[in-house]
């Protein structure tokens, strides 16, 4: 039904609506995906740490691709002992169905009430309002790829460089933060490769990207995967 993660889950079938299409989309993949975003994030722990204290706590996290936000999740419950922890969220996905329930966990009171959400379909839809009050003073910028590359055409890869690129030019004094995870599988990560290549700015914090296995708790669903071998990068400027 959810075609291991890319079906399009605006479009309903006989026996699926598209709230069924993603709810099961979390029941299946979203555990793992998950669980693999703590990982990176805790791994990197206190890097993250000390880029928030040199931008006064103030933390942007613009996630493409953003789902049922698995990776917004992931990322407060890392952080979220920090003493008044929030951030700014941007959720960016082409489904509405998908957006919709990334709205109802933004709802769920696991966040600070100081944390905004935004959600929207494309990076083209927000606006420059937007940016300029964020902005007005350098954040931690925080560019989250999970999953999403697999998914991009080179063409796709080479316009999003160009509007990440922009991003980059007219905010200069943002530490910005790419974080990219994916299958360990070369063919799904072609595009990203392509991408890393038109955006120079963005450094490996890494000195190369890593594939790890992560191993999670899955009792309740004994018959399903209960590890997930990612490969995943850091970069930033």
């Known amino acids: 039904v959810i075609e291991y993660g890319r079906t399009n889950f ?12 993603v709810n099961l989309y979390c029941f299946y993949n979203m555990r793992k995906h998950y669980f693999s975003s703590v990982a990176i994030f805790k791994s990197f722990h206190d890097y993250f740490k000390t880029a928030f204290t040199n931008s006064n706590n103030r933390i942007a996290f613009i996630d493409f691709g953003c789902g049922p936000l698995t990776s917004g999740l992931a990322f407060q419950q890392c952080f979220n002992s920090m003493p008044n ?36 379909k494309s ?16 954040n931690t910028v925080i560019l989250n790829f999970s999953y999403l590359f697999g998914n991009l055409s080179k063409d796709d890869s080479e316009k999003l460089a160009v509007k990440i690129n922009a991003l980059i030019d007219k905010y200069p004094l943002n530490k910005f933060v790419l ?14 490769v392509i991408f890393k290549k038109l955006v120079p700015r963005l450094q490996s914090v890494t000195e190369y990207p890593k594939t790890e296995t992560v191993i999670y708790r899955n009792a309740i669903m004994s018959n399903f995967d209960k590890s997930e071998t990612v490969y995943y990068e850091l970069l930033s400027n």
């Open 10 to 21: 605006d479009q309903a079938t006989l026996e699926h609506s598209s709230a069924d299409k």
């Open 85 to 120: 922890f929030h951030f700014d969220y941007v959720g960016i996905d082409i489904s509405v169905a998908m957006l919709n329930k990334a709205k109802e966990f933004s709802e769920s009171g696991l966040f600070s009430r100081d944390t905004k959400f935004q959600f929207v």
């Open 123 to 138: 990076l083209n839809d927000i606006s420059e309002s937007y940016w300029e009050s964020i902005f007005t003073l350098s």
């Open 179 to 192: 974080v990219f995870q994916n299958s360990s599988m070369e063919k799904r990560n072609r595009s990203y």
